[in-house]
């Protein structure tokens, strides 16, 4: 898993350690055999700007797709953009 | 915890169990006050040690777990040791100790050859190079003999912390 986290991968995830909102992305990251890399914050949600910059939230986890250009948080709707973007259907 | 999907699973372990033989180690122990080098071993000769394996300093279960392992203060009750364990150095030892207002010590094990020696090291997906222990509990009584032992099976999993206080309280 950990050569699918180099810093050139089109899909960055913001995450936090231990997270299990954030394993759930991985695992359907993983599912795909998507390379992402892998950037962590702090649990502290006010120390999160790195997050809030990219996003407008401070909520992890969330995802920048530069292949398609999407940022987006929530597990949920990442889980489901994931499937739509890259399931087996497409 | 039912969070409506799976959460990750964590491989078999070869871990001690209750009556198995708790490896020894000698690793630097963190106070709020200096650190030094010390043994299970040693540790265990003045009483039973509670060995508590977590996430690295400032992780959110690394504060979940002391925020309730000083909460439930078994060592006010029991002649037991409390003993934390994880991949930070001396230093962010010190500010977790004092961020949680804890008294209890903690060995700092940066190469995580401890988890290693217990078969409980967790690779920590998008961090390259990094492993830590997984969660885990341990009772060791003066001969270093296993009491009680928790490993997480998941992650993040947490202590079943009255298995813990019943397992403290059978001493």
Not at chain 2, 37 to 51: E, F, K, M, R, T
Request: proline share 7%; hydrophobic share 35%.
């Amino acid at each position: 898993m950990s050569d699918a986290t180099e810093e050139t991968a089109p899909i960055t995830l913001y995450r936090l350690q231990a997270c299990p909102f954030c394993e759930r992305v991985v695992r359907k990251l993983d599912e795909y055999d998507l390379d992402y890399h892998s950037r962590f914050v702090e649990p502290m949600h006010s120390d999160r700007n790195a997050v809030k910059r990219v996003s407008g939230s401070r909520t992890v986890p969330a995802i920048v797709d530069e292949t398609t250009g999407v940022t987006m948080s929530e597990s949920g709707n990442i889980v489901e953009y994931l499937d739509k973007t890259y399931g087996s259907e497409n | 915890m039912d969070l409506g999907f799976d959460i990750v699973d964590l491989p078999e372990s070869d871990h001690p169990v209750e009556g198995e033989q708790a490896p020894d180690f000698t690793r630097p122990l963190v106070t709020s006050d200096h650190w030094e080098d010390a043994s299970l071993s040693a540790l265990a000769a003045d009483g039973p040690v509670l060995l508590v394996f977590h996430p690295m300093d400032g992780s959110f279960p690394a504060t979940y777990v002391w925020n309730e392992l000083t909460e439930r203060a078994f060592d006010d009750h029991h002649d037991v040791q409390v003993v934390g364990c994880s991949i930070s150095t001396p230093y962010e030892h010190m500010t977790l100790i004092d961020d949680r207002e804890m008294d209890y010590p903690l060995f700092s094990d940066p190469q995580n050859g401890v988890a290693e020696a217990y078969d409980i090291v967790n690779d920590l997906d998008g961090m390259a190079g990094v492993s830590e222990p997984r969660p885990a509990v341990f009772l060791i009584d003066s001969d270093l003999t296993v009491q009680y032992a928790w490993v997480a099976a998941e992650w993040p999993e947490f202590p079943d912390y009255d298995a813990v206080s019943d397992a403290v309280a059978s001493l």
